[in-house]
């Protein structure tokens, strides 16, 4: 089955081809770095990891941008206010990301380029669409004007007809609503309220549009057209919209082929948002007791075009589902019998409902039902080393989209002493002498030492 993916642009889901045959380019709204990435960010952000992580294990060589926007209407106002020059106000927040991805068990996109980095190439695509009459020029600053772009409006669903009623006029700031979908500013004359943020440009003094940065990087970076854009739900308008204006404007190319959006994190019914200030951290979740590890699985084990609401209920429940796979490959590292069933049917059993899964539109959810249905079966078998050795092989396999299960512990050296206090409580629960059994359950906890019932008897573990 190939691979199928949901496009904002058509609202159906197609089959993925990309325009070489082995390679896929994806470019990603990366954060805006004027405060603290929040939780909700993160979800957009393991997104990307979980589609990088995916084609490159259907054998596609990916290459991917993922920008960091430090320079907007946000970040000049927090930067003034923070009496700090924009670069180094901007670099603490850039820091607090990398070091959130990478918590997160996201691995590196391969380029990050930032905006300020790209100043030159903005003014080119300025410049083009200047040619190709997109654009005017009103009160110094420089607008992109929408009714000369036909499919204005296209990925957002825009009624043209009530675009054109509503549309006269002009806007400078970077964000605003679909009822208010007017021309936008790609190069913005300075004003006192930038302060020093200003590059000299053929258009005069002045600063980029947020959209044209994206339109600029990515075709820096991955040419165009790009196989696969992604971003929240929240870019579709305005940003993603003025993107296509912008870069098929000036190139007269088709932009991308396949728009991916991620939905909205929620906390109590509503859009987590730096600007509602109703958000979590990644510090926040980890004062709480919650690992970041534990998050990402509520974000992965939910499919990305469905929204989700935070509570601290699910991060226990997510916990208890990390647990629940760790302890399974602990299980797996101490079996040690020569003989035993072949695991072979049960591995190709969820590895093809694995695939199938995320091979459509990655149904996530359903990917990890199949994990789950092994671990069922495997614990029904008798195991031999050898399969449970295939097994392991299989779960480092999937691991690699995942990135959730630790393969660290290790194989429980056999203690004579712990051996047999576990034969003395197995044999105190089979005479049903319960008290006796937890004491020794609780004894040998305050040592560190974990007891764990699987179907195959009791094994232990010893905890850091
Ligand atoms: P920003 O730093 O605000 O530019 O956002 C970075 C990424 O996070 C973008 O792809 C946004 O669409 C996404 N995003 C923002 N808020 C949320 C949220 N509450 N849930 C999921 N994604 C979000
Ligand atoms: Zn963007």
């Not at 009103?138 to 054109?164: C, E, H, P, R």
């Not at 913005?188 to 549009?209: I, L, N, Q, T, Y």
């Not at 820096?220 to 790009?226: A, D, H, N, T």
Request: aromatic residues 12%; charged residues 30%.
């Amino acid at each position: 089955m190939p691979i199928s993916f949901y496009n904002t642009l058509t609202r159906k889901k197609e089959k993925f081809i990309p325009i070489s045959a082995d390679k896929v380019t994806i470019y990603s709204c990366g954060p805006t770095v004027y405060n603290s990435p929040h939780i909700g960010n993160l979800r957009a952000f393991v997104f990307v990891d979980i589609l990088v992580r995916y084609l490159r294990y259907r054998g596609y060589n990916v290459v991917n941008v993922m920008n960091l926007t430090d320079v907007e209407d946000k970040s000049i106002k927090a930067s003034i206010e923070a009496k700090t020059p924009i670069t180094q106000f901007t670099q603490k927040y850039i820091d607090l990301f990398f070091s959130d991805i990478k918590e997160m068990g996201c691995i590196p996109s391969t380029y990050y380029p930032r905006a300020t980095d790209n100043i030159p190439e903005m003014i080119e695509i300025i410049k083009a669409l200047t040619e190709n009459k997109h654009t005017y020029v009103a009160d110094g600053s420089v607008y992109f004007k929408i009714s000369s772009f036909k499919d204005y409006g296209k990925l957002a669903n825009l009624d043209i007809k009530t675009l054109k009623k509503n549309a006269d006029g002009r806007l400078s700031l970077d964000e605003y609503e679909k009822e208010d979908a007017k021309d936008f500013v790609v190069w913005k004359a300075h004003s006192e309220s930038d302060g020093e943020v200003f590059w000299e440009s053929p258009f005069g003094k002045g600063r980029p549009g947020w959209h044209i940065e994206c339109s600029a990087m990515s075709t820096k970076y991955l040419g165009q057209p790009i196989d696969i854009h992604t971003g929240g739900v929240d870019l579709i308008f305005p940003h993603h919209t003025n993107e296509i204006a912008q870069s098929e404007g000036a190139t007269k190319k088709k932009f991308v082929n396949y728009w991916l959006h991620s939905e909205h994190l929620k906390v109590d019914g509503k859009k987590m948002s730096k600007s509602l200030g109703n958000f979590y951290t990644l510090n926040d979740i980890k004062k709480l007791g919650f690992s970041p590890l534990a998050l990402r699985y509520f974000f992965v084990s939910n499919n990305y075009r469905v929204q989700i609401n935070y509570t601290n209920d699910v991060m226990v429940s997510s916990t208890n589902s990390i647990k629940k796979l760790n302890d399974f490959v602990f299980f797996l590292k101490n079996i040690k019998s020569s003989t035993g069933d072949d695991a072979n049917c049960i591995i190709e059993e969820s590895r093809e409902k694995f695939i199938q899964a995320m091979d459509d539109d990655l149904n996530s959810p359903i990917a990890f039902s199949s994990i789950f249905d092994l671990i069922s079966k495997t614990y029904k078998i008798n195991l031999s080393k050898e399969s449970a050795s295939n097994i392991l092989d299989y779960l480092r396999e999937i691991n690699s989209i995942l990135g959730i299960i630790d393969f660290s512990s290790e194989e429980g050296d056999i203690d004579l002493e712990i051996e047999q206090l576990i034969e003395k409580r197995d044999m105190a629960r089979k005479a049903k002498d319960f008290k006796t059994a937890d004491n020794i359950r609780d004894e040998l906890l305050k040592r560190n030492i974990e007891l764990i019932d699987s179907p195959q008897g009791t094994i232990f573990r010893r905890n850091k």
